[in-house]
């Protein structure tokens, strides 16, 4: 279905389950809805349940639906349940029950997230219904009903849309943009639930919980590092990374949550930099604090890393420029923890240097036949 802001397709499951004890108990729902109401009519004269359909999965308050656009951005947004514009609230289905917690349900989200970005929609192999299928697999084990979808599956309605409907269309966009399926803009319900802390504040819908998802994996990543665990800590570090690059961004509004995405990518760098010291992964971890130094140019972290990392790469003259720099700035805001490190790190760098130098001299000697001191 074409949805406004529009993973891997799996066949959709058998008809749902009769009513039991557990639909009771559930906390996962698929909304329906009527895209087009007045056909839907018609079609129900055939079958009940056959029409043309909307879906998103609601879990703890919050809405989840996909849609297309054209860059590689996620598809996937969140909304106050039942507040699909363009389309018509037609019913809710309960699916079952997931025992993971809200943050683990975020985490959960912005995983699928990655899976689904916005211009792998397609109307018939990939649309909003098959997410919401997807989704509510993840999280219970039981997929949408599958007359939610059954529509797509027409060779009929395919072959129509294909032949006939698809290019009037692209002929008719030229002179007006059709009416899209949208919800409303929705800040406070896509935060944590009643009574919980969210973990950042003033983000936005999918963001917001994509932003809380990495940061919750950073912490995660921290309780590793402290532990030694230091290549677990880098996949943490990395799949927090993957969630904030998902982010996608429609408008002004979402500058707030994208400084904020913004802030925890960098810690994460100097964190994956850190790691990869730990590891003796130089190279990677001067590329990583480089990368951080051109958004963050005066990081005293960033120089601070990446002047170690230079100099066990040989880099001396590099790294004694970048620990100076740290130094400078360390004692003109009375930082002495800071200070006292650069210092403890130049003074190394400067017996490598020195050390070069000798070798080099003793090179020479044994070049012109200058017998070398005795030790």
Request: with cysteine; proline share 5%; charged share 30%.
């Amino acid at each position: 279905m074409a949805l406004a802001g529009k993973g891997a397709h799996r066949p959709l499951p058998t008809e749902a389950a009769p009513h039991d004890e557990h639909e009771d108990e559930a906390n996962v729902f698929c909304n329906v809805y009527d895209i087009l109401p007045r056909v839907n009519v018609v079609l129900r004269f055939f079958d009940p349940n056959l029409g043309i359909y909307h879906s998103g999965v609601q879990v703890n308050n919050q809405e989840f639906s996909y849609g297309g656009h054209d860059d590689a951005s996620t598809g996937v947004f969140c909304a106050r349940p039942r507040s699909a514009q363009g389309c018509v609230f037609r019913e809710q289905l309960p699916i079952g029950r997931t025992g993971l917690d809200p943050i683990e349900i975020r985490g959960a989200i912005a995983e699928i997230s990655r899976q689904w970005p916005g211009n792998t929609y397609d109307p018939f192999k990939r649309n909003c219904n098959h997410f919401a299928d997807h989704l509510c697999l993840e999280l219970t084990g039981r997929g949408a009903p599958q007359h939610v979808n059954r529509f797509t599956r027409s060779r009929v309605v395919k072959g129509v849309f294909y032949r006939c409907l698809l290019p009037l269309g692209r002929c008719l966009e030229r002179f007006y943009q059709p009416a899209t399926i949208c919800y409303d803009d929705d800040a406070e319900q896509c935060a944590g639930g009643a009574g919980e802390e969210a973990v950042v504040s003033g983000a936005r819908g999918i963001n917001r919980v994509l932003v809380e998802a990495a940061t919750a994996q950073k912490l995660k990543a921290n309780k590793l590092f402290k532990e030694c665990a230091y290549n677990d800590a880098r996949c943490c570090y990395n799949k927090a990374m993957n969630y904030l690059q998902t982010m996608p961004r429609r408008s002004e509004e979402d500058d707030e949550v994208v400084a904020q995405a913004e802030r925890v990518r960098l810690a994460l760098m100097l964190n994956l930099a850190l790691c990869d010291l730990k590891q003796g992964e130089y190279a990677r971890a001067a590329e990583a604090c480089t990368e951080l130094l051109e958004q963050d140019p005066d990081s005293q972290k960033g120089l601070y890393r990446r002047g170690v990392a230079y100099s066990y790469l040989g880099r001396l003259d590099e790294s004694a420029s970048d620990l100076r720099r740290v130094l400078q700035a360390a004692e003109a805001e009375g930082d002495s923890a800071t200070a006292r490190d650069a210092r403890r790190e130049l003074a190394r760098v400067r017996d490598l240097v020195d050390a070069e130098k000798q070798k080099d001299r003793e090179m020479a000697r044994r070049m012109f036949g200058v017998p070398t001191a005795e030790p």
